[in-house]
């Protein structure tokens, strides 16, 4: 398999769920700002989207959309309990959060991102960002990851939009069990090789 990512972005989710998986995968880093490739290649003509992340798999099949890449990580290592079985309650609750993350979380921070939005539109997105995060602070109340005692793929895919809070001028402080949370998810092996790996830690 081969992963292509942007240091730092939602391609670290699948990143982190791979280190986790124990899986075989190869990086290929690119620009998504450029639309090039590592080797110089033109990344549209992987993913026309021209977003990452994107997962190559060995017999030629392309998956794009973070919450779908991650679910199928998460199915190829069934022993590691990434994601519920198909079919139960328990699966369809899991991709309850991967969508809520996807849609609004992830989304919401994007216009946090655009340099041409102005500010007015950048408060009115922190406030509603915050009504979401505080839905997130609860269902964290006396778990250990977000849907309870095991790390998932769901959390893989939170982790990595809470690292923009900083960036995007949100204090976590304001949620205790959400900043406890992404320290305590920061300290995981797997997640550490995966960020070190992006150079998102000192070697």
Not at 47 to 54: F, I, S, T
Not at 58 to 77: H, K, N, P, R, S
Not at 92 to 111: C, D, V
Not at 157 to 186: M, N
């Amino acid at each position: 398999m081969k992963l292509f990512y942007s240091r730092g972005a939602s391609s670290l989710a699948p990143h982190i769920l791979l280190c986790c998986a124990g899986l075989p995968f190869e990086l290929v880093r690119t620009n998504i700002r450029t639309g090039k490739l590592e080797n110089g290649g033109d990344y549209a003509t992987v993913n026309p989207k021209g977003y990452v992340p994107a997962l190559w798999l060995d017999d030629g099949e392309l998956f794009t959309e973070c919450a779908v890449i991650l679910q199928y990580i998460a199915d190829q290592a069934p022993n590691k309990l990434l994601i519920p079985a198909c079919g139960t309650r328990e699966r369809y609750r899991a991709q309850m959060w991967l969508n809520f993350i996807a849609t609004e979380l992830h989304k919401g921070f994007s216009p946090l991102f655009n340099p041409d939005m102005p500010e007015q539109g950048k408060i009115i997105a922190r406030d509603r960002l915050s009504e979401r995060l505080e839905l997130v602070a609860t269902q964290l109340q006396g778990k250990a990851f977000l849907q309870g005692s095991n790390f998932t793929a769901a959390d893989a895919y939170l982790f990595t939009v809470l690292r923009w809070s900083e960036h995007c001028k949100i204090d976590l402080g304001q949620w205790p069990e959400i900043l406890a949370y992404r320290e305590r998810i920061a300290k995981l092996p797997f997640v550490q090789a995966a960020m070190r790996s992006e150079g998102l830690l000192e070697q």
